[in-house]
């Protein structure tokens, strides 16, 4: 069992910055992978936004995010973090956490990262808001 916790969200105006942080705790089975999703208010359909396959430190963007973001994770705390600049309204949204376990190929995780449905784990979520 995985338990994420996610912190660093909050109210910024357009063009700044924020950094996310997402704690695991417990056994995750095999090599494993860490994303970033969000969802929007309004009901709109959860979004990837940026995975990490972690053995191999290959990441992974949403086409909307790319040259802003960036995804890492610390192996030692067993930490990802997202570090959003150039934020624009269109990026407010709920974000959350979550691992894939048991992921042996990259290439299997370049072509499903975004797949949501695929992540075991997922934390709580965090907010962020953007205002212009």
């Known amino acids: 069992q995985v338990q994420l916790v996610e912190s660093g969200g909050g109210s910024v105006q357009v063009g700044g910055s924020l950094k996310l942080s997402c704690a695991a705790s417990?056994?995750?089975?095999?090599?494993?992978?860490m994303a970033w999703f969000r969802q929007a208010p309004g009901g709109k359909a959860r979004e990837a936004v940026a995975?990490?396959?972690?053995?191999?430190?290959?990441?992974y963007y949403t086409e909307s995010v790319k040259g802003r973001f960036t995804i890492s994770h610390e192996s030692t705390k067993n930490m990802s973090y997202l570090l959003m600049n150039s934020l624009k309204p269109e990026d407010t949204a709920m974000y959350y956490c979550?691992?894939?376990?048991?992921?042996?190929?990259?290439?299997?995780?370049?072509?499903?990262?975004?797949?949501?449905?695929?992540?075991?784990?997922w934390g709580q979520g965090t907010q962020v808001a953007v205002s212009s």
């Open positions: 979550a691992v894939l376990s048991n992921v042996w190929s990259t290439d299997y995780y370049s072509a499903f990262w975004a797949s949501g449905s695929l992540y075991t784990y």
């Open positions: 995975g990490i396959y972690t053995p191999t430190g290959d990441t």
């Open positions: 417990g056994h995750t089975y095999g090599p494993f992978a």
